[in-house]
């Protein structure tokens, strides 16, 4: 809770994303793309800040071709990217 009081909503969309990544991550395969499905109103809720917010941080993650979208659905393109995001938090 702490490291999401203290930093961007950047840095926490970039960590939350990691999380979840993790969460929907097969035990069986981690080598193939992973399909983060949770609606934009309960993301903002883990993420901890509003909707419109979260949906503007996820249109720059997308611009910048760090994910993608399919509907719902999540999928981290360039997981380095994020993971340098969040190394400095």
Do not use: P
């Amino acid at each position: 809770m702490t490291i999401f009081s203290q930093h961007s909503v950047k840095d926490k969309v970039a960590l939350s994303l990691l999380i979840l990544n993790k969460v929907y991550q097969r035990n069986d395969d981690s080598s193939k793309s992973v399909f983060i499905s949770i609606n934009r109103d309960d993301f903002a809720g883990f993420v901890g800040t509003a909707k419109e917010t979260l949906v503007r941080m996820l249109r720059i993650f997308k611009d910048e071709k760090i994910i993608t979208t399919k509907g719902t659905k999540i999928i981290i393109l360039k997981h380095r990217v994020l993971l340098n995001m969040v190394e400095n938090m």
